[in-house]
Each structure stands twice: as structure tokens, then as C-alpha cells.
């Protein structure tokens, strides 16, 4: 089964950039919808973005839209998020996942619900 590993997470001024990798093993990454959640300190976990096979179908929180872009890179089998004008609240630990289908229809549940995690990378945005 595939098997994800995130990386690139660490501590950014707010106003910053960070490309945060999800990196597959056991499998390739293009088969599969894959999706970037995160969960703050005391918060529950969130969808941030997602990812279809096609990759022409791209899903985002309306937090994010505009600052953070998913993409593919099929050659490293690797899906990135890259985010840019980080601010405070995006602080947390961030997940790349996968349900193991070709398609979502969002971000999170119900259009997209994981059954595949990655162990998570942190995210800190402080001046």
C-alpha cells in the first residue's frame, strides 16, 4: 500500500514562503486524489487543499485561496504545496493524504475523506 512522507515544514516569518513535499513510496502518487490537511494546537483537524488524479481539479479552503497552490510532480512522485504570505493562523501541523480514489470533490469531508496519512511536517509563522 502506498505509504506518504511529508517534508519542508519549518519556521517562517509572517509574510513568508514555504513548499511543503508529500513524498510516496509503495506506489505512485499519480493513481490517487491527494489532499493536505492540518491541525492546530487544540483545534481538530481541517482540509486545506486536494488534488485529483487529473490534476486539473484542484480544491481549496477559503483561507488559503489565493496564497497556497497544490501540484503534481509525476517524475518525483511527489504532490507539493507551496504557500506563500503565510500568517500566524496558518501555524500547524500539516498532513498529506490520500483516499485512495481518483477524484475530489473538496478539500475534506464529505468530497474527501482519507484513509492514507502521512506522519506530518511542522508549520510555525512568527516574527
Known amino acids: 500500500q502506498v505509504q506518504l512522507v511529508e517534508s519542508g515544514g519549518g519556521l517562517v516569518q509572517p509574510g513568508g514562503s514555504l513548499k511543503l513535499s508529500c513524498t510516496g513510496s509503495?506506489?505512485?502518487?499519480?493513481?490517487?486524489?491527494i489532499g493536505w490537511f492540518r491541525q492546530a494546537p487544540g483545534k481538530e483537524r481541517e482540509g486545506v487543499s486536494c488534488?485529483?488524479?487529473?490534476?486539473?481539479?484542484?480544491h481549496y479552503r477559503n483561507s488559503v485561496k489565493g496564497r497556497f497552490t497544490i501540484s503534481r510532480d509525476d517524475a518525483e512522485n511527489t504532490v507539493t504545496l507551496q504557500m506563500n504570505n503565510l500568517k500566524p493562523e496558518d501555524t500547524a501541523v500539516y498532513y498529506c493524504?490520500?483516499?485512495?480514489?481518483?477524484?475530489?470533490?473538496?478539500?475534506?469531508?464529505?468530497?474527501?475523506?482519507?484513509?492514507?496519512w502521512g506522519q506530518g511536517t511542522q508549520v510555525t509563522v512568527s516574527s
Open positions: 488534488i485529483s488524479r487529473d490534476e486539473y481539479s484542484t
Open positions: 509503495g506506489g505512485s502518487l499519480n493513481r490517487y486524489a
Open positions: 493524504a490520500t483516499d485512495l480514489e481518483y477524484y475530489c470533490s473538496g478539500y475534506g469531508p464529505p468530497g474527501f475523506i482519507p484513509t492514507v
